[in-house]
């Protein structure tokens, strides 16, 4: 059972960064792919980024290419989604997920989730 948890997030202006990180524990780290999915009020949660379990091979939603970066460091069990440039429409609650061994981008996918941290976009 793989727990996750989310930190980083909050209140930035548009133009602004922030970075999130994803601890994980109770599992072997290095044997999940790990993805950041977000869920903007009144409308259903969508994949943002993925990468693989080496971190060989990253994924991005259009609409946060070259804006956002995902990385993550085994030996810490950690995941990381660096956020620039950010903007209003970013703003939603931004949640962590594993899955065993390889990439998806479908949420139904995803085995374990953490419990969400806010980010707030202000224009």
């Known amino acids: 059972q793989v727990q996750l948890a989310e930190s980083g997030g909050g209140l930035v202006q548009a133009g602004g960064s922030l970075r999130l990180s994803c601890a994980a524990s109770?599992?072997?780290?290095?044997?999940?792919?790990m993805a950041w999915f977000r869920q903007a009020p009144g409308k259903e949660r969508e994949f943002v980024s993925a990468i693989s379990r080496n971190g060989g091979s990253t994924y991005y939603a259009d609409s946060v290419k070259g804006r956002f970066t995902i990385s993550r460091d085994n030996a810490k069990n950690t995941v990381y989604l660096q956020m620039n440039s950010l903007k209003p429409e970013d703003t939603a609650v931004y949640y962590c997920?594993?899955?065993?061994?390889?990439?998806?981008?479908?949420?139904?996918?995803?085995?374990?989730w953490g419990q969400g941290t806010q980010v707030t976009v202000s224009s």
């Open positions: 997920a594993a899955r065993w061994f390889q990439y998806s981008n479908y949420i139904r996918d995803y085995n374990y």
């Open positions: 109770g599992g072997t780290f290095s044997n999940y792919v």
